[in-house]
């Protein structure tokens, strides 16, 4: 399996553009993650889906960001209007199962994420 | 809440010395353990996992022990290699957080030859 697949790898944007970005997960995987990696704050969990409806979106900075997912192998992470502070690497991951009876599954796959810069 | 507490980097190492980077833990229930790695220009990808109480997770030569009388799960390894350079991410996974991976700060290793 290729693994998730995240694109654009790298993103310059200016500021009050739209930037959308994009995810691909493992085949067969029915959890979706969206992360945000800053200096600042670290690792943080935006969104995440199951079976392509979203769960628990409490991690969602503001109105300025949404999340798809459209169907089980695609799902897209939207800016708009985008500013500096937006400025991460947002990571993309997929799991197999999230039951609490089997914590075996709880395995995240990441995807090699998205370098956002925003001018 | 639940949480997680890393040392903080950078830890700088010669190539062969042992290797430890502590990771405590703050949960209410019996929370699964994480190691997960970095390497420069990459995602993270699990390094190793404990499940429950006394378990010991192992992968690469690294190894880590959950301990719940310590809430600890301290990395090790005996003998790095330059490879090995990278961030180490801890992370914890249990009921209370919804089972969403709840991760550490990360400690930067950088190994010299």
């Known amino acids: 399996d290729a693994g998730v697949i995240q694109s654009p790898r790298h993103e310059v944007t200016e500021m009050g553009q739209e930037v959308t970005l994009r995810c691909k997960p493992i085949?067969?995987?029915?959890?979706l993650f969206w992360y945000r990696q800053t200096m600042m704050r670290g690792l943080e969990l935006l969104i995440y889906?199951?079976?392509?409806?979203?769960?628990?979106d409490s991690g969602m900075p503001e109105d300025r960001f949404s999340a798809k997912m459209p169907n089980a192998s695609f799902s897209t992470l939207k800016i708009q209007p985008s500013e500096p502070r937006d400025s991460a690497v947002y990571f993309c991951?997929?799991?197999?199962?999230?039951?609490?009876?089997?914590?075996?599954?709880?395995?995240?796959?990441f995807g090699a994420g998205t370098r956002l810069s925003v001018l | 809440g639940n949480s997680v507490t890393q040392m903080e980097g950078p830890v700088t190492l010669s190539e062969e010395a042992f290797l430890t980077i502590n990771c405590t833990y703050t949960?209410?229930?019996?929370?699964?353990l994480f190691w997960y790695v970095q390497y420069p220009g990459e995602g993270l990808q699990l390094l190793l996992k404990a499940t429950k109480a006394d378990d010991k997770g192992s992968n690469k030569g690294f190894e880590a022990t959950y301990r719940k009388e310590t809430t600890s799960f301290h990395l090790e390894k005996g003998s790095v290699q330059v490879s090995d350079s990278a961030v180490y991410f801890c992370a914890l996974s249990d009921k209370d957080s919804s089972y969403k991976l709840i991760f550490g700060s990360g400690t930067r290793l950088l190994v010299r030859p």
């Open positions: 949960a209410t229930g019996y929370p699964s």
């Open positions: 991951a997929s799991s197999l199962g999230f039951l609490a009876d089997n914590k075996a599954k709880n395995i995240q796959y």
């Open positions: 889906f199951n079976n392509n409806v979203p769960i628990d």
């Open positions: 085949s067969g995987h029915d959890y």
